[in-house]
């Protein structure tokens, strides 16, 4: 398994975060499976949120765990996200900590090893957030803290009453979806590309430690369905069934080696519930493509060099 350094805690962890949002239907012995799977391949960081599956995902997770009995806690790596509510965005200080509790009961642990703040909330008063996280840090209740889908901007308001370092910031991430390297491949243009949708949150993120999360790392835009073997990308996958064929590997493979490629040392959240995607997106730390080869997917999906 690849590794990388979570942020700037020094601590190495897999390149490849196993997401958990489409597990809500699994019985207890596929968790179980599924699971395992993935803890022998070297893939001991799971990513969680409370709204994934009404948090029915955290709760089968949580039980296949306690049935099982031969995985030690310390051995895992447990990340969970909230502030998304029906309807609306919650980043009251009542709520995130009710949101733990409820995220602790669900995984049946006694802390997190990451929360993340689930994508802006617009009422967000730093200094209630501040309280939330001084108070869940000093319980044990939670030992990283992160955000997910935060401009630099929005994660430098934070920093003003939160005395955490913010090592993590998910944000969605593939070959077709990747404005925050064409916006900076296409500075002092007025191409579509060179558009700053984030606040130059590459290049942030590099500089203050920040580990990028990918998340839907073979979607579309607006979540489109996946890009891999879809008529709407014929010279992209027509170039990563070549690049494929020469590596022995899957276009999954190749698709997740495109984003451990980049000098960003990205995590990739797999986001599958398939025993053989997750194989296939693990793999990918074997591979290591060459600059020519980055920049031909690129190009292949659409993209433009100046």
Known sequence: MKEIILGNTGKKVPAIVVGCMRISHKSREEMQRFI???????????????????????????????????????????QSKCGIRQG????????????V?????????????????????ALMEPEEV???????????KVRHFGVSNFRPTQIELLKKA????????????????????????????????SADRDGN???????????????????????????????????LNAEMDRMAAHYGVTKTTLATAWILRHPARMQVVSGTASEQRLREIVAAGQIQLTREEWYRLYLAAGHILP
């Open 201 to 235: 949150v590459l290049d942030y993120s590099r500089l203050n430690e920040i580990t990028i999360q990918a998340w839907s790392p073979f979607q579309m835009e607006n979540w489109q369905g996946c890009f891999i073997d879809s008529d709407k990308f014929p010279k």
């Open 88 to 99: 609306f965005f919650d980043f009251s200080e009542e709520y995130i900590l009710s949101s």
């Open 36 to 78: 395992h799977t993935a803890l022998d391949m070297g893939a001991n960081y799971f990513d969680h949120a409370d709204i994934y599956g009404g948090g029915e995902s955290e709760k089968r997770f949580g039980d296949a765990l306690a049935a099982d009995g031969a995985v030690k806690r310390e051995d895992m790596f447990l």
């Open 162 to 193: 939160v005395r955490q370092p913010l090592i993590i910031n998910q944000l969605q991430f593939s070959i077709p979806v990747s404005n925050m390297v064409a916006a900076g491949l296409e500075a002092n243009m007025t191409t579509a590309g």
């Open 101 to 121: 509790d409820g995220i602790l009961k669900r995984l049946q642990t006694d802390y997190l090893d990451a929360l993340l703040l689930h994508r802006p909330d």
């Open 130 to 140: 501040a309280s939330a996280f001084d108070k869940l840090e000093k319980s044990g």
